[in-house]
Antibody, heavy 124, light 107 residues
Framework: QVQLQESGPGLVKASQTLSLTCTVS??????????WSWIRQHPVKGLEWIGY???????YYNPSLKSRAAISGDTSKNQFSLKLSSVTAADTAVYFC????????????????WGQGTLVIVSS | DIQLTQSPSSLSASVGDRVTISCRAS??????LHWYQQKPGEAPKLLIY???SLQSGVPSRFSGGGSRTDFTLTISSLQPEDFATYYC?????????FGQGTKVEIK
């Protein structure tokens, strides 16, 4: 059974860098066939996919974040992390980590498992 | 980016009702379209993947249909635990996107 758990500061000052970690159990983040994503949920704007990392270490980010996001993995701890720089009040949201899968045919599935989410508030 | 538009944004229904939620994509997503249920204070839960495949453990009263740009989520007989917000999501092309959600409330 795959489990994901987010951790990190719940309060970040504007202009600083938000840093969150997702600890994974039940599957290795270095296993092929999985995307490891960060997703956030604004109170008003709904769900927004931030980006992913997969087993090779390759990453992809939502262009809406204007190159402020960086996702990295630590296979020794079975964790992956998000750094979001130059935060503003608009980055206040609940942040989730999640896993999705892909197969040899190129099919990409939905987000099968999620962390419980962590609220990050950006203060001025 | 592929825009997903859900309708309605909210609906009121009674226990036992048949409920259908629509998700329309701004361009074809093939069958890379998934549905989630979210209750307050919880993470979204995957219900349907690949447009019509039921995720393991999800009750059979949930079903999905459609292809390319038009998709539906149907709850055949609404149960008390189904009152929640439902989202569609596409993984056809990056950036992956979500619909704005449909809130199902008790009538």
């Amino acid at each position: 059974q795959v489990q994901l758990q987010e951790s990190g500061p719940g309060l970040v000052k504007a202009s600083q860098t938000l840093s969150l970690t997702c600890t994974v159990s039940g599957v290795s983040i270095s296993s092929s066939g999985y995307y490891w994503s960060w997703i956030r949920q604004h109170p008003v704007k709904g769900l927004e996919w931030i980006g992913y990392i997969y087993y090779s270490g390759s990453t992809y980010y939502n262009p809406s974040l204007k190159s402020r996001a960086a996702i990295s993995g630590d296979t020794s701890k079975n964790q992956f992390s998000l750094k979001l720089s130059s935060v503003t009040a608009a980055d206040t949201a609940v942040y989730f980590c999640a896993i999705s899968s892909y197969d040899n045919s190129g099919y990409r599935g939905g987000f099968d498992d999620w962390g419980q989410g962590t609220l990050v508030i950006v203060s001025s | 980016d592929i825009q997903l538009t859900q309708s309605p944004s909210s609906l009121s229904a009674s226990v036992g009702d048949r409920v259908t939620i629509s998700c329309r994509a701004s361009q074809s997503t093939s069958n890379f379209l998934h549905w989630y249920q979210q209750k307050p204070g919880e993470a979204p839960k995957l219900l349907i993947y690949a447009a019509s495949s039921l995720q393991s453990g999800v009750p059979s009263r949930f079903s999905g249909g459609g292809s390319r740009t038009d998709f539906t989520l149907t709850i055949s007989s609404l149960q008390p635990e189904d009152f929640a917000t439902y989202y569609c999501q596409q993984s056809y092309s990056t950036p992956w996107t979500f619909g704005q959600g449909t809130k199902v409330e008790i009538k």
